[in-house]
């Protein structure tokens, strides 16, 4: 049986009628873009999050960006973490600012708020938690962080829109709607996805909300005319299109996630030398990625077993940012970030795609069991 990382195809086929008809209605209209279906989809974004402004960009990586501009980083430090995607760092380096590094929580993979803190110096202007595999960070601890620091809270959620923690009232609060600032993106991988790249930055503030529509076109307000320096970063009217018509099944998509999710931590629990994700209390994961560890330095080993057997996975990370040849010159040494490199070592994501059948699940828990002598 062949049981792929991901299949975009199986997703397609249920909702192919609708997305055509969004993109028709973008080609007959001949505004490509930004325009009102850009206008649209962040207004539909604005209402699913509970959040007072969405502002469509080109990439997640440039929401990240606008972000940084947004709270004028340049020049600054940033503190974040060395488990993630690249684009994280690389944004701030980008904007001119300096990341700083602290280390992960081992059990949620996600930015400790005390090692956060720790990091914070007189030249901190944003602490940048990601809220990685699809489970939110601390934002409780991380928000009274940015308070004591008088600091920017920009929340990286590439991979969790949709997520949701408790908050002290036991009310649910959503990616997005917290921090200062929060970045999603909307790569073809993601829960929600596009045929393309495209971006949001969300925000509750309406002056922090205009600087980024500023910026996103080339720092003006008006066409011609620029207050600074800013990038073409706007998004395209097809995406828009294709993800509007896509929205309302984003959290179908996430449920399904979970379930899958939830098989896997019954049927592999109790194996020696295999760790399941940590969903904390209080928490609900969007299941971007279903991450275990594997001890003992069999990781590599089980991968191999997984392909020859039709399974695909993936190592999200290789290798922590602060090893990175390209942040050598930020001085950080192998040993620092102790839980960050260990996960490097360990993890491993296996298929949780909504569209995943009983016998393709049960194939991926089978195939792990067998390796394990289980």
């Known amino acids: ?75 600054a430090e ?20 300096r990341p700083v590094f602290a280390d992960i929580e081992p059990d949620t993979f996600n930015l400790d708020p005390a090692a956060a803190e720790a990091a914070v110096t007189g030249r901190t202007r944003a602490v940048m938690p ?34 949701r923690q408790r908050g002290a009232d036991g009310a649910w609060i959503t990616t997005g709607t917290l921090g200062d600032a929060c970045a999603f993106s909307f790569f073809p991988t993601k829960n929600l996805g596009a045929f393309g790249d495209a971006g949001m930055t969300v925000t509750n503030d309406d002056a922090t909300a205009e600087r980024l529509r500023k910026l996103r076109v080339h720092g003006g307000r008006q066409m011609y005319h620029h207050e600074e320096v ?21 959290e179908a998509w996430s449920a399904a996630r979970r379930r899958h999710a939830a098989f896997y931590d019954e049927a592999l629990a109790g194996i020696g030398g295999l760790a399941t994700p940590v969903v904390r209390d209080g928490n609900e994961s969007i299941v971007n990625q ?3 560890r594997v001890l003992d330095g069999k990781r590599d080993a089980l ?45 491993l994501s296996i298929p949780v795609y909504p569209e995943l059948t009983e016998a393709q699940t049960g194939h991926v828990a089978d195939t792990i069991r067998a390796f394990f002598g289980a």
């Open 1 to 75: 049986m062949n049981v792929p990382l991901l299949d975009l195809k199986e997703q397609y086929r249920g909702i192919a009628d609708d997305v055509m008809r969004a993109i028709q209605s973008v080609v007959e209209d001949q505004r490509f873009i930004l325009g009102p279906v850009v206008d649209e989809f962040e207004h539909d974004v604005e209402r699913a999050l509970g959040v007072k402004h969405a502002v469509g960009c080109a990439s997640g990586t440039d929401a990240l960006l606008l972000a940084l501009r947004a709270f004028d980083c340049p020049g």
């Open 78 to 97: 940033v503190v974040t973490t060395p488990f993630t995607f690249f684009a994280t760092a690389g944004t701030i380096h980008n904007v001119g600012a």
């Open 130 to 163: 990601v809220h990685l595999f699809g489970q939110m960070a601390d934002m409780a601890a991380f928000m009274a962080l940015g308070r004591r620091c008088g600091i920017a809270v920009i929340e990286d959620a590439a991979q969790a829109i949709g997520a």
């Open 230 to 250: 800013g990038y073409n970063s706007r998004l395209d009217a097809l995406q828009a299109a294709v993800l509007a018509a896509k929205l309302p099944h984003l």
């Open 290 to 292: 279903y991450t275990v």
């Open 303 to 347: 991968r191999d077993h997984l392909t020859a057997h039709g399974v695909g996975s993936s190592v999200y990370y290789p290798v922590p940012l602060h090893l990175q040849e390209c942040f050598a010159y930020l001085g950080y040494r192998e040993g620092q970030f102790p839980e960050s490199e260990r996960a490097c070592r360990e993890v």
